[in-house]
């Protein structure tokens, strides 16, 4: 399985690295953490965890296996600022969040299989989510989206990524 998004930001917040960082750099906050995923669930590559600044519109991203500041990025959103992350004790875990998508997958797209996953922890439209992409064999993308607090899909919808080619 993966490691816990909230363990790994516990990690990262006491390290060394990120203490240093946040001295000079007081202005960013906690944005998302990305992972991807083998299709057994285990991780493909570490959790990557993006802390956003408005005054300078970027993104710092930390690697972290292990702890690192990969570089400052361009911050993608539609406008405004990214939305802070508030991570609360009634967080559902990443594996509650996995064991919650293989069952809807297994359930409601049983003719697709799995080939690898993206996550992210982030907030859209003012609510924290798990974002997770299922990209499976058939060369689908299944979109779901889970509340972080109560494990609920707020949206599930699946595309061809052949449909990004045309820009649909």
Do not use: C
């Not at 953490?33 to 570490?46: A, I, M, P, R, W």
């Amino acid at each position: 399985m993966v490691a816990d998004f909230q363990t790994i930001l516990n990690e990262l917040l006491n390290s060394k690295e990120f203490k240093e960082f946040n001295k000079k750099n007081n202005s960013y906050y906690l944005a998302h953490g990305f992972v991807q995923l083998n299709k057994d669930l285990t991780e493909k590559s570490s959790w990557q965890i993006g802390f956003y600044s408005k005054e300078k519109d970027n993104l710092a991203v930390f690697e972290t296996k292990p702890i690192k500041l990969i570089d400052f990025e361009e911050a993608f959103k539609k406008e405004g600022h990214i939305d802070k992350l508030n991570l609360t004790p009634d967080f559902k875990t990443t594996k509650q969040i996995l064991t919650l998508l293989k069952e809807h997958i297994t359930k409601k797209y049983s003719s697709q299989s799995p080939n690898s996953y993206l996550m992210i922890v982030q907030v859209i439209d003012g609510k924290e989510v798990y974002n997770v992409t299922t990209i499976t064999e058939a060369f689908s993308m299944i979109n779901t989206r889970f509340d972080a607090k109560i494990g609920e899909i707020v949206l599930d919808e699946i595309r061809s990524i052949l449909d990004l080619r045309n820009g649909n």
